[in-house]
């Protein structure tokens, strides 16, 4: 059973903690984060997003409980201070979206851990999505990507593989996050993250396209998108519009797909569905990507269009959790 720790106890933090504690073959022994133990303990009980978390949090000194399951929580800024050889840690979740360069990931490996697994895009790291390139994940640093880039990434690979794609772009429609503001105010990242978050339609730049082709490096120079934040706080659909190789139509697109999120390999990353589904639908979807099956088109027989539902925190957090059960 490997032992996990988690570094940055937010969105992301607070749910990869559920989402081990529904697993058999991981335990989590320890949390750092510099709130209080009370705040993150009230935070891991009640959730906007997924509601009142169903097991019992308690309290017992620079302990949480959770049904009685103790797990050490610390407040401590620098890595290397870290009791994660003490714990006993195999693998750390570093998702404060701090410490993501190779250099800086790297002192948890001092610290006492045998795996980093980085909850967000990095520049200096390796990047692997579960599912797509899976075995690149053995090396002791790497990132898991983005929310957006687990979901495209799986539907490039089978659509590249299947059919060929010669360019692609996205738009993902995106739920609003915490880099954006709930009234206007100035942002450091771009005016429009500045504008009220619930008020608006926000475009934004998105790194998740450049960063598929981390994982997927033939599509390098071939693939870019933009963003638009939405008042929704989760759930997300990504559009994929590409040119193929040869030509195809909407059945094939759609029976590839179907074939493809029933193999072994894609069983628990894609799923399809042919319900009118919202936003809403989604939430605590498992997936990284639902492919909404009625949205699919085919122009003159090369210029397609697929589109694909996630929740932009939860199927994520499920990516990043089987692919550490992998490693």
Not at 103 to 117: I, M, P, S, T
Request: with cysteine; charged share 20%.
């Amino acid at each position: 059973m490997k032992r996990i720790v988690i570094n940055g106890f937010g969105r992301i933090g607070r749910s990869a903690l559920k989402v081990i504690f529904e697993t058999n073959d991981l335990e989590l022994v320890g949390i750092n984060d510099l709130m209080s133990i009370e705040n993150a303990a009230y935070l891991l009980k009640y959730d906007s997003n997924y509601g009142i978390y169903e097991k019992e949090v308690k309290i017992e000194g620079d302990n949480i409980l959770i049904d009685g399951k103790s797990v050490k929580y610390t407040s401590l800024k620098e890595i290397e201070n870290l009791p994660w050889k003490s714990l006993g840690a195999d693998v750390v979740i570093e998702s404060t979206g701090i410490f993501t360069s190779q250099a800086a990931a790297e002192k948890h490996l001092a610290a006492g851990v045998k795996f980093v697994v980085i909850s967000g895009p990095t520049k200096d790291t390796p990047t692997v999505v579960h599912g797509v390139n899976t075995q690149d994940g053995k090396v002791a640093v790497f990132s898991c990507a983005s929310c957006t880039t687990n979901n495209i990434s799986p539907i490039i690979e089978i659509l590249g593989r299947r059919i060929g794609i010669k360019k692609a772009i996205l738009n993902t429609t995106h739920a609003y996050t915490a880099s954006q503001t709930l009234i206007d105010a100035p942002s450091k990242r771009e005016p429009r993250m500045g504008r009220a978050a619930a008020n608006n339609l926000a475009p934004a730049a998105t790194g998740a396209a450049v960063a598929t082709t981390k994982a997927l490096p033939q599509y390098a120079g071939k693939f870019d998108g933009i963003a638009v934040r939405v008042p929704v706080p989760v759930g997300s659909i990504s559009d994929i519009t590409f040119i193929a190789e040869r030509p195809t139509t909407i059945e094939e697109i759609n029976r590839i797909l179907t074939e493809e999120s029933a193999t072994p390999r894609y069983e628990k990353v894609v799923d399809v569905t042919d319900q009118p589904l919202v936003s809403s639908d989604i939430v605590k979807s498992p997936y990284a990507a639902t492919v909404d099956l009625e949205m699919t088109l085919v122009v003159d027989g090369d210029l397609v269009k697929v589109m694909a539902w996630y929740d932009n925190e939860w199927g994520f957090t499920n990516q990043m959790i089987r692919q550490i059960q992998s490693i």
